[in-house]
T-cell receptor, first 109, second 112 residues
Framework: QQQVKQSPQSLIVQKGGISIINCAYE??????FPWYQQFPGKGPALLIA?????SEKKEGRFTISFNKSAKQFSLHIMDSQPGDSATYFC????????FGTGTSLTVIP | NAGVTQTPKFQVLKTGQSMTLQCAQD?????MSWYRQDPGMGLRLIHY???????DQGEVPNGYNVSRSTTEDFPLRLLSAAPSQTSVYFC???????????FGQGTRLTVV
């Protein structure tokens, strides 16, 4: 059973637009929900993370929205830039990480 | 600080060969883990360790062994390589299992 489900698989956005990636999780014991960004040939790097005691966290152009009752969380990228083109992974963890299957984001100039 | 260092970066193995993927971290993290990344599958946990001398299985442990004799090192052993183990392997470390994980640059393994 997949612990974290991520959608969409791929996303194409115009420069300046908003990119939205969604994730849903199963286990209510998860207590840390990070988003990772990965460029080709590189390892994933933490972008932003949230704990379940808050509903939203914003860092620059990146925002996580968290809905504990629905067991869903999403990443919003405002004013998307070509440099944001990468693969994004959501994850959930209690004592081990479970990753979503990834979203390939392309921002068109 | 180097962070998480993985070696080698690339490797080609023949079916049945064995090898060890090396992982070292210099952040004094207790938690270390190995993942494989396959297209459309995301990152899947192979094995993890919560401290020296302690290891446990993840989602896809078959065909892999690990040991953790020191805090810094967490090698992954392929006992008898199979084509199904062709993948990109990432090592990661974190302070605990629910804190930021730092990833290495990955090892691209091809089994022919």
């Amino acid at each position: 059973q997949q612990q974290v489900k991520q959608s969409p698989q791929s996303l194409i956005v115009q420069k300046g637009g908003i990119s939205i990636i969604n994730c849903a999780y199963e286990n209510t014991a998860f207590d840390y929900f990070p988003w990772y960004q990965q460029f080709p040939g590189k390892g994933p790097a933490l972008l932003i993370a949230i704990r379940p005691d808050v509903s939203e966290k914003k860092e620059g152009r990146f925002t996580i929205s968290f809905n504990k009752s629905a067991k869903q969380f999403s990443l919003h990228i405002m004013d998307s830039q070509p440099g944001d083109s990468a693969t994004y992974f959501c994850a959930a963890t209690g004592n081990q990480f479970y990753f979503g299957t990834g979203t390939s984001l392309t921002v068109i100039p | 600080n180097a962070g998480v260092t993985q070696t080698p970066k690339f490797q080609v193995l023949k079916t049945g060969q064995s090898m060890t993927l090396q992982c070292a971290q210099d952040m004094n993290h207790e938690y270390m883990s190995w993942y494989r990344q396959d297209p459309g599958m995301g990152l899947r946990l192979i094995h993890y360790s919560v401290g020296a001398g302690i290891t446990d299985q993840g989602e896809v442990p078959n065909g892999y062994n690990v040991s953790r004799s020191t805090t810094e090192d967490f090698p992954l052993r392929l006992l008898s390589a199979a084509p199904s183990q062709t993948s990109v392997y990432f090592c990661a470390s974190s302070y605990r299992g629910n804190t930021e994980a730092f990833f290495g640059q990955g090892t691209r393994l091809t089994v022919v």
